[in-house]
C-alpha cells in the first residue's frame, strides 16, 4: 500500500489559498520532505494529511483512510510530531512515554525509546526545564510510542541552533534505517538535501517542483557552465569568437553555458587564442540551493521568511 | 469507547503536574485552610460580642434613678458602658473616642421619674451602622423595663435564647459550608478557564487529539481530580475547623452529592469560558466576572438573608448558591428533604454544563 497519495489538495482561508491544488505519494520507506519558505503551505498541507485539519478539495488518502474522516483510527497508526512541539510542563520524558503507552495501550521500555532519540540524560527533567532541541526529542520520542511505520515531522528542528539541529538529524537518520516511512517540512534547505529521498518545493500553496535532488537540478537548473577567470575583454572575445552564450560579473568571472563538453573546448580554445590573461577555471552545476532560489524568488532566511533576490548577495551568476 | 486506563493515566499524570506546581497546591489545599482561620479568627476569637457605647449622666438628682438605668443597660451584657464625664462636650468626646453610639441621661432625670413627670434619654449613633440597632433595642428595653416598673407592673413574657441546628453551633460552624462552596468553586473554575485558554494557545489539544483520548475522558479526568481535590481540602477544613476552632462539623453521606457535583459544574463552566474565548486574556476577564459575583452573592461569606431582595434574585441563577444552599441545610440544619432539592438544581446544571462543555470544545481545527 502506498503510505500517503495527495491528489488536487486545495485548502483556502478566505482569499488566501493556503494549499492550492498540490499533488504527491510517499512510497514505502521513503522520507518525503516538503521544502518551502514559511506561508508556502506545508504546514497546512501535512495538518491535512495528520487529520487535524479538514480539506476543501481534492483527495488524500493516509495508510488507505481518510485521515480527517478516520483521524481517531488513523492517529493509533501514525506518529506526529507537531510544529513547535509542546507538553505539560509539569512532566518529565519518561513520564510523557509511559503516559502516551497508557493512551495507545502498547506496551514499551521508556529507556529504548528515550535511546532511539538520543535523550536518555534527561528521562527525568520536567519538560519546562528541556532546552529546544530536547523538548524536540520528546516530541519525537512520543511519536514513536505506538511503533508507527509512518511519521510526521512538522519543522523538526525549527529555531534549534546548529548542534542541536545536527543531533535530531542524526536521529531521523536513525529511522530512515529502520524503514519508516518520513515525511517531514522544512524552511532549511540544508534538511531537506540531507535527510529526504525526494523533495517537493512548495511555494504560495503549489509545489513547483519535485523529485531527488538530481532530478529537481536536472529540470529546473541551468545547464552545466563552464567558469573562467578572466577580464570582461576576455569575455567579449569568446563570444564573439565562439556561438556560445557567455555572462560576465563583476567578480571577474566568465560564465559559459554548455550545452556539451565540446563546447568546453570551443570556449577554452577561443580563450587561448585570444592571447588575454586567464586564471583558474572550473564547471559548476546547479546546486538544490540555486535552483531553489530560482524557483522561490529569493533565498530563506533562518526564520523561514523570503529574502528577494535583489537583497541576497550574488549566490547565482545570471 | 470510553476507556478507563486512559482517564487514570490522564488522571496521573495531570495530579502529578498539579502537585509539582506550588501556585495551584496553594489555591487548591492551602487558601482554604487560611481563609478558615482568618475567618474563624474573626468571628469566633474570645470576642465578647458587646457593643461599646459611651453614656454621659448629667443627671444629680437624688434617688438615684439613673444609676439604676445605667446599671441596667451595663447588665445585659450587650453593651459595655463607658461613662463620660458630665463635665465633657459629649459630641466632642465621642468624636475624640472615634465612636458615633452615646446615651445622654438628662439633668433631673431621677427626679422626674420620681415625680412621673415624661423625660427622654438621648441617643446618639449611626443608623447605617448595626450597632445603633443593637444600642436603640437595648435601650428601648430597659426604659420599657423602668416605665413598667414605676407602675409596679411585672414582667410576663420572657425570652429564653437557643439556636437551630444541633447543639449550640459556633460561628465557625455556619462559615465552613460556605467556604466549602468557595472551595468547590475557586479551584476548579479557574484552574479550568486557564487550562482550556492555554491548553489552546500552545496547542496542547492539537496534542492530545493524536492520541486515543477522548476529549470526554480528557474532561472527565480533570472532574475527577478536583472532585479529589475538594475532598482533600474539604478534610483540612474540616480538620482546622475541629482542631483549632472546635467546631461541630456533622460528617454525613450527603456531602458526597455535592463534592461530585459542585466540581464537575465548575471544571465544565471553566472549560466553556475557555472555550468561546479567543485569548488567555479574555478567558480570565471572563472567568473572573462570572467568578467573583457568584463567590459573593452565593451566601458563602454572607448569609443572603443580609442581602436586599433584588440581590437575592440574583443569588438564585448563581448555581454556586444552589451548592452553598445545599451543604447549609445538610451541616446546619440536617434538612435532607430541602437539599434534595439543591441536589436536583446542581444536579441538571453539572450535566447540563459538562455536556456542553465536552461537545463545544476543540481537539482539532476545521
Redesign the interface.
Known amino acids: 500500500m502506498i503510505p500517503i497519495e495527495v491528489s488536487s489538495l486545495k485548502k483556502y482561508y478566505g482569499e488566501i489559498k493556503a494549499v492550492d491544488g498540490i499533488s504527491f505519494t510517499v512510497n514505502e520507506g521513503e522520507v518525503f520532505g516538503l521544502l518551502g519558505p514559511n506561508g508556502a503551505g506545508k504546514t497546512t498541507a501535512i495538518e491535512i494529511m ?5 480539506r476543501d478539495a481534492g483527495d488524500v488518502r493516509v495508510l488507505g483512510l481518510d485521515p480527517w474522516k478516520h ?2 483510527e488513523l ?2 497508526k501514525v506518529g ?1 510530531m ?1 510544529q ?8 518529565n520524558p519518561r ?2 512515554i ?3 503507552a ?4 502498547v506496551k514499551v521500555d521508556p529507556d529504548d525509546i528515550l535511546s532511539e532519540v538520543l535523550l536518555e540524560d534527561s528521562a527525568k527533567n ?1 519538560f519546562k526545564n528541556l532546552s529546544g532541541g530536547q523538548k524536540q526529542k520528546m516530541g519525537l520520542a512520543l511519536s514513536l510510542v505506538n511503533s508507527p511505520e509512518l511519521l510526521f515531522l512538522d519543522e523538526p528542528t525549527t529555531g534549534l541552533d546548529p548542534s542541536a539541529r545536527r543531533a535530531i538529524w542524526d536521529v531521523i537518520r536513525g529511522l530512515r534505517a529502520k524503514g519508516k516511512t518520513i515525511i517531514l517540512t522544512t524552511h532549511y534547505l540544508e534538511e531537506a538535501e540531507q535527510l529526504s529521498d525526494r523533495v517537493a518545493i512548495m511555494n504560495y500553496g503549489q509545489i513547483v517542483a519535485m523529485g531527488t535532488s538530481d532530478e529537481i537540478i536536472q529540470k529546473h537548473g541551468s545547464p552545466e557552465r563552464l567558469e573562467i577567470q578572466g577580464t570582461e575583454k576576455l569575455a567579449k572575445y569568446i563570444k564573439a569568437n565562439t556561438e556560445l552564450k557567455v555572462d560576465y560579473n563583476s567578480k571577474g568571472m566568465i560564465s559559459v553555458a554548455l550545452n556539451g563538453r565540446i563546447d568546453a573546448l570551443a570556449a577554452l580554445a577561443a580563450a587561448e587564442q585570444s592571447g588575454l590573461e586567464w586564471g583558474e577555471i572550473r564547471t559548476r552545476r546547479d546546486s538544490l540551493e540555486d535552483v531553489f532560489v530560482h524557483l522561490v524568488s529569493g533565498t530563506i532566511d533562518e526564520h523561514g521568511e523570503i529574502k528577494t533576490a535583489e537583497n541576497a548577495s550574488n549566490r547565482r551568476s545570471r | 469507547m470510553a ?1 478507563g ?2 482517564l ?3 488522571l ?3 495530579g ?3 502537585l ?2 506550588v501556585a495551584g497546591l496553594f489555591f487548591g489545599l492551602i487558601f482554604p485552610v487560611i481563609l478558615i482561620l482568618i475567618f474563624g479568627a474573626i468571628f469566633s476569637g474570645n470576642n465578647t460580642g458587646e457593643v461599646t457605647v459611651y453614656v454621659q449622666n448629667q443627671d444629680t438628682s437624688v434617688p438615684d434613678i439613673s444609676g439604676n438605668f445605667i446599671e441596667a443597660l451595663n447588665s445585659t451584657s450587650i453593651l459595655n458602658v463607658q461613662s463620660v464625664d458630665a463635665s465633657e462636650n459629649f459630641t466632642k468626646y465621642l468624636a475624640d473616642h472615634s465612636s458615633q453610639d452615646g446615651i445622654i441621661i438628662p439633668a433631673n432625670f431621677s427626679l422626674n421619674y420620681a415625680m412621673e413627670q415624661p423625660v427622654n434619654v438621648t441617643v446618639y449613633g449611626n443608623p447605617t451602622q448595626s450597632t445603633n440597632g443593637i444600642i436603640l433595642g437595648v435601650v428601648n428595653g430597659v426604659t420599657n423595663f423602668f416605665n413598667l416598673n414605676r407602675y409596679g407592673g411585672s414582667q410576663i413574657i420572657g425570652i429564653t435564647t437557643g439556636t437551630i441546628g444541633y447543639e449550640s453551633p459556633k460561628y465557625v460552624d455556619f462559615l465552613i459550608p460556605g467556604l466549602i462552596g468557595f472551595s468547590i468553586l475557586v479551584s476548579p473554575m479557574f484552574s479550568m478557564v486557564n487550562i482550556s485558554a492555554e491548553y489552546k494557545k ?3 489539544f ?2 492530545l ?5 477522548t476529549k470526554f475522558e480528557w474532561l472527565a479526568s480533570k472532574v475527577l481530580f478536583y472532585i479529589l481535590l475538594s475532598v482533600v481540602s474539604f478534610l483540612l477544613m474540616v480538620a482546622v475547623g475541629i482542631f483549632v476552632f472546635d467546631a461541630n462539623i456533622t460528617l454525613t453521606v450527603w456531602l458526597i452529592p455535592f463534592f461530585i457535583l459542585g466540581p464537575m459544574l465548575f471544571c465544565s463552566l471553566g472549560m466553556l469560558v475557555g472555550t468561546i474565548t479567543k485569548s488567555v486574556e479574555t478567558a480570565s476577564v471572563l472567568g473572573n466576572i462570572i467568578t467573583f459575583p457568584m463567590m459573593f452573592l452565593s451566601g458563602t461569606f454572607f448569609p443572603i438573608s443580609m442581602m436586599p431582595d433584588y440581590l437575592r434574585s440574583v443569588a438564585h441563577v448563581l448555581p454556586l448558591f444552589y451548592i452553598v444552599e445545599g451543604l447549609n441545610n445538610v451541616m446546619v440544619f440536617g434538612n435532607i428533604e430541602a437539599a434534595l432539592v439543591d441536589i436536583a438544581v446542581t444536579a441538571v446544571l453539572a450535566i447540563i454544563i459538562f455536556v456542553a462543555a465536552a461537545k463545544l470544545f476543540k481537539w ?3
Open positions: 495528520e487529520g487535524l485539519r479538514e483521524g481517531y492517529h493509533k506526529v507537531a513547535g512541539f509542546t507538553f505539560f510542563e509539569e512532566a513520564e510523557a509511559k503516559y502516551y497508557d493512551l495507545f495501550n520536567l | 476507556s486506563k486512559r487514570i493515566s490522564d496521573r499524570l495531570f502529578r503536574g498539579y509539582r506546581n500552545n496547542k496542547l492539537k496534542q487529539s493524536l492520541t486515543p483520548l482539532r481545527e476545521d
